[in-house]
């Protein structure tokens, strides 16, 4: 059994879901998928579909070297939106980036953001974050890609609903005049991280930017 075993954190959330139900339609990768609540319906489901589904929380350290044990390779996301806590959210990916080094996985995939500071000059803590995360993993040399997901369709059905107006009418409150949007569905990505996976010397140490297309608000 030749199957290469993928710990999959944030595997009951959108981008982590996508890359385990991807892995696990595929006979050469075994999914370990981490949540904090195992008896949760999304966790049994992935259970039901042949995953390992196991606790552990990027908060607390002591639970990340068990869920990396003899894993080829691990999927990292960090959810900003949590906690809407930058320090918290480094915190978590430096602790998975250490984990990892030390369990000695092969190929971690972490779901970074370049700086947003560094390319305009404007500081955007969301996206600082992840930057800064991608920077600590650099630093340690992990086989490390990262995949940076461009805005959300799906961002389109929860904070950034239509706005009904008075008149019927619905507004899409995207300030963006006219300038066009990188966009992409975080639940069609599975696949494309599973490429990655397969194809570990092209593209451990890069990194790949996942868009779907773009579009004008307008």
């Not at 489901?45 to 606790?55: I, R, Y």
């Not at 003899?70 to 949590?82: I, K, Q, R, S």
Request: with cysteine; net charge negative; glycine share 8%.
């Amino acid at each position: 059994d030749m199957a290469k075993l993928i710990t999959v954190f944030g595997a009951t959330g959108t981008q982590g879901g996508s890359v385990a139900y991807a892995l696990l339609e595929d006979p050469d990768f075994k999914v370990r998928a981490v949540t904090r609540n195992a008896s949760s319906a999304k966790a049994k489901a992935l259970q039901e579909k042949g995953a390992e589904v196991v606790e552990a929380s990027l908060d607390d350290p002591s639970t990340l070297g068990p869920v990396l044990q003899g894993a080829h390779g691990v999927f990292v996301v960090t959810n900003f939106w949590e906690h809407m806590d930058k320090d918290r959210e480094v915190r978590q990916g430096k602790a998975i980036a250490d984990a990892a080094k030390a369990a000695g996985v092969l190929h971690v995939v972490f779901s970074g953001l370049e700086s947003a500071q560094k390319l305009t000059g404007i500081p955007c803590p969301h996206i600082e974050s992840k930057a800064e995360i991608e920077e600590y993993m650099t630093s340690l040399e992990l086989p490390v890609t990262f995949v940076r997901y461009s805005f959300y369709y799906e961002n389109f059905l929860t904070e950034m609903k239509p706005q009904k107006q008075e008149d019927g009418t619905y507004i899409l409150g995207v300030p963006m005049e006219g300038a066009a949007l990188e966009i992409v569905s975080a639940a069609d990505m599975g696949p494309a991280v599973r490429t990655i996976y397969r194809n570990w010397a092209r593209w451990v140490r890069r990194s790949a930017a996942l868009s779907g297309d773009r579009l004008t608000v307008q």
